[in-house]
């Protein structure tokens, strides 16, 4: 059977190239007899794949030397609780509510302080991204939750938020190596792996080295930052398999133009699938059309019984997983780096003929 098109909002397609690779080297990587999935993380071989990983990331993202970066595991809803407790140390922090990530971002900070939601999109289904000023923020707050995509609901920040001097940390994790980012404007960015970098498995942390040290005395020695920085990410052992597949697609975006060239990748398949569903008459995008996300497209056609007949017909013709997030219904398109343009210039091909049919 060839390839699919692969639409799923993650784990995501990955670049074939990166797979083919992985292939060639499953029972021997790099003349060593013996599997990545099989070495020791201790092991020199293994140390050089960790080290260059952390390296090309560095370069991808453009990342300074007074930031750590961290390999862990948990999922990005780990980084939910471990934000809080490594940073919290007044007792306050503020959130945005942009979408359920975020919900449920600002519901388990509520268990270690005084979170504060500041502002929220809620009351349109989470369609746009609210305003955020200095002026809202507490002066006491320790430091300003965002989620920069929404997965779910197809949106994204426009720009980085303003929140004056105060500490911003934000949850990356379907957007992360999508285009440049410039990382001093944050204190902490998080992103699980499983969306635009590598399978399920690895959480990767963005950390200003000055926010290191602060863990409440209470934070499980897991989810306390320094300590993960002071190894290296190797307290324990890491996801290393994971960590070796991220390290082949920063090696292929890095080829392929690095992050410059994503975005001007992204943003021409966003515009191919955004234009026509301006167009349609059938099918209506979700989300305003200021915050809609490069790499989330969702949309509806307003008949729940035809939203799952477009998802059942589309699956049969090699584009799979557009079914919407259960809690939205509808449809979504995630059209990470990894999806060629050649996947959205078919997906597009089949909503005109289903559009046709279906009239």
């Known amino acids: 059977m060839s390839r699919i098109y692969n639409f799923s909002a993650g784990p995501s397609m990955l670049p074939l190239e ?20 099989e070495m020791s993380h201790r092991s020199p071989v293994y140390d050089a794949i960790i080290k260059q990983t952390e390296a090309d990331f560095r370069k991808l993202m453009n990342i300074p030397d007074n930031y750590k ?10 980084q939910f609780a471990a934000v809080p407790l490594n940073l919290m140390k007044t007792g306050k922090a503020d959130y945005v509510v942009s979408g359920q990530f975020s919900k449920k971002a600002f519901k388990e900070a509520q268990k270690y302080g005084d979170a504060k939601c500041i502002a929220s999109s809620e009351d349109r289904t989470f369609a ?19 989620c920069y995509n929404n997965t779910i609901f197809g949106t994204k920040y426009p720009e980085v938020p303003n929140v004056g001097d105060k500490v911003l940390v934000a949850d990356m994790s379907s957007c992360i190596t999508s285009e440049p980012v410039d990382v001093t404007k944050f204190g902490v960015i998080y992103a699980g792996a499983q969306k635009n970098m590598a399978p399920a498995g690895l959480t990767v942390v963005i950390i200003r080295e000055d926010l290191l040290g602060n863990a409440r005395p209470e934070t499980p ?37 690095g992050l410059t060239a994503m975005k001007e990748r992204n943003e021409k398949k966003a515009k191919l699938l955004y234009d026509y569903l301006d167009s349609s008459k ?7 059309k200021k915050y809609r996300s490069m790499m989330n497209v969702c949309f509806v056609t307003g008949d729940a019984d035809l939203d799952k007949k477009f998802c059942s017909e589309a699956a049969a013709a090699g584009l799979s997983n557009l079914k919407g997030h259960r809690s939205v219904g509808g449809m979504r398109a995630s059209i ?8 959205v210039e078919a997906l597009v091909a089949f909503m005109k003929k289903f559009e046709t049919e279906n009239a």
């Open 128 to 146: 746009y991204i609210p305003d955020v000023t200095p002026d809202m923020v507490r002066p006491d707050a320790d430091y300003v939750h965002v």
């Open 221 to 257: 020695t897991m989810l306390d930052y320094k300590t993960m920085a002071d190894n290296d990410s190797m307290y324990n052992t890491p996801p290393c398999y994971t960590i070796y597949i991220a390290g082949l697609v920063y090696k292929w975006a890095l080829k392929n133009g």
């Open 282 to 288: 059938l099918f209506k995008p979700t989300a305003d």
């Open 18 to 37: 990166v797979l083919e690779q992985a292939a060639a080297e499953m029972t021997d990587y790099n003349g060593s007899g013996m599997s990545v999935m």
């Open 336 to 343: 990470y780096n990894a999806m060629p343009y050649e996947g």
């Open 69 to 78: 970066v961290l390999f862990l595991q948990g999922g990005a809803s780990t």
